[in-house]
């Protein structure tokens, strides 16, 4: 989770807008099933390729069709649909890791209260008459 925020952040600093072709797709298995689509994008001189899954917020994608991708200027194979805010949008990290953290908070204190609810009391020694 930590290395795709990463990525995302170097994306949002250094993204580049590309057109890239369409060279292959593979039908989704049923309707409204994610598509996978190759694609090929030049940059910076270079040709790279792709490939992404479209979910069914994208039209199905056919041979030869040119999309956008935003490339990172730093690292050219790393590539995202223009628009698509990865990792589940700019707040997607701190909602997980804060209700992760609020989780285990809970699950501490549900263990706790259950160890003290059921814990057997301590009872205390028997006097022994000493010697003497």
């Known amino acids: 989770m ?3 925020w990463q990525q995302a952040e170097l994306l949002d600093n250094t993204g580049i807008r590309v057109t890239a072709v369409v060279h292959h797709v ?3 298995a049923g309707h409204g099933q994610p598509v996978r689509a190759d694609m090929v994008y030049a940059l910076a001189g270079h040709r790279h390729s792709t490939r992404k899954v479209l979910n069914g917020g994208y039209p199905l994608p056919r041979k030869g069709d040119r999309v956008c991708l935003e490339a990172s200027g730093e690292q050219p ?3 995202r649909l223009c628009g698509d ?3 589940d949008g700019d707040d997607g990290f701190p909602t997980l890791a804060l209700t992760g ?3 285990t908070i809970g ?3 549900v263990i706790a209260r259950w160890v003290a609810k ?3 009391p301590v009872q205390p020694r028997a006097k022994t ?3 003497g």
Do not use: D, G
């Open 118 to 120: 059921n814990r057997e």
């Open 2 to 4: 930590a290395y795709e």
């Open 101 to 103: 953290v609020a989780a």
């Open 107 to 109: 699950l501490i204190y």
């Open 26 to 28: 593979v039908p989704a």
């Open 85 to 87: 805010r990865y990792p």
């Open 129 to 131: 008459a000493s010697p």
């Open 77 to 79: 194979r790393l590539v």
